[in-house]
């Protein structure tokens, strides 16, 4: 079966620190992958997708970046957090076929 | 991606139908209709998606008006468990470009 893993599952972090969350998606090949952040109070908003790998398509210019190193693998990252950055952060994955995306459980960061 | 209105909150019961409205009246020929659920502190859930058709699932029925300019939510026989925020969302079909939520519907159900 397809499952989707995403953590850690909590994070504080402070200010100027680096980042670096993790995807990996089970049971399928080559799916499109996706970064979702929730900020307090706020609806989901796309940062970044790919479809495949190496290749990243960015929704909003922002402080964060997001590589595709292996086929069911996506990395968000930061080189130094603000405090804006705090939020829900979800991965999600769909492919060609499917009904509609499957997301992760989710990753609450704080920036401190 | 064209925009939906959808209210910003709705009470029901638990064990009775809940219709939750979305209003989309930009929509391309090309859009699905797609709806998703978030429970607190979780990652959205998809739930149903159509083009034209009423749809359903095991989860729920689409109401797709004739014009494609709104569509309804059917949960046939609210449970607690449904208590959540909707969303109502417009792409082609997969969205393999991303979805655009909005702020959804936060459904309160009553015991």
């Known amino acids: 079966s397809q499952t989707i893993h995403q953590w850690p599952a909590t994070l504080v972090q402070p200010v100027g620190s680096p980042l670096s969350l993790e995807c990996t998606v089970e049971?399928?090949?080559?799916?499109?992958l996706y970064w979702y952040r929730q900020a307090a109070g706020r609806g989901l908003q796309l940062l970044f997708y790919?479809?495949?790998?190496?290749?990243i398509s960015s929704e909003v210019p922002q402080n964060l970046s997001a590589s595709r190193p292996q086929d069911r693998q996506f990395i968000l990252s930061s080189k130094k957090l603000l405090l804006s950055d705090s939020g829900f952060y979800l991965c999600?994955?769909?492919?060609?076929?499917?009904?509609?995306?499957?997301f992760g459980s989710g990753t609450r960061l704080t920036v401190v | 991606d064209a925009k939906t209105t959808q209210p910003n909150s709705m009470e029901s019961n638990e064990e009775e139908p809940v219709h939750l409205p979305c209003n989309h009246s930009?929509?391309?020929?090309?859009?699905?209709i797609h709806w998703y659920r978030q429970l607190p502190s979780q990652g959205p859930e998809y739930v149903i998606h159509?083009?034209?058709s009423n749809v359903n699932n095991r989860m729920a029925s689409l109401a797709i008006a004739e014009d494609r300019k709104s569509s309804t939510l059917i949960l046939h026989r609210a449970t607690l468990r449904d208590a959540a925020v909707y969303y109502c969302?417009?792409?082609?079909?997969?969205?393999?470009?991303?979805?655009?939520f909005g702020k959804g519907t936060h459904l309160i159900i009553q015991p």
């Open positions: 999600a994955w769909i492919q060609g076929g499917k009904d509609g995306y499957t």
């Open positions: 049971g399928t090949s080559n799916p499109n």
């Open positions: 790919s479809i495949g790998i190496g290749q």
């Open positions: 930009t929509i391309s020929g090309t859009d699905y």
């Open positions: 159509g083009l034209t």
């Open positions: 969302i417009l792409s082609l079909r997969g969205g393999a470009d991303g979805l655009t």
